[in-house]
């Protein structure tokens, strides 16, 4: 089978990503998002349902299905990864 084939199958490993910062729209649904410098994480997922994450600390690589980060987001230099 062809990579292709699972491009958008949510099991497959990380294939890309871009930054994104708060008050931004993820630029497809993630699979994760990393946090470089921790905070306070403030997101909407795919599914509409706004998630506040407390206390994230740097370096964090969280396996969540996100369309947008809030404004209220305190965490920098993030990854939405797809």
Known sequence: MAYDQFQNDRATPIRGG?????????????????????????????????????????GVLLPIHASSVDALTTCTDMLALY
């Open 18 to 58: 871009s930054p994104v910062a708060a008050g931004e729209a993820c630029p497809t649904y993630t699979r994760a998002l990393w946090i470089g410098t921790g905070g306070t994480l403030v997101l909407v997922t795919d599914g509409g349902e706004t998630l506040t994450f407390q206390n994230v600390s740097d």
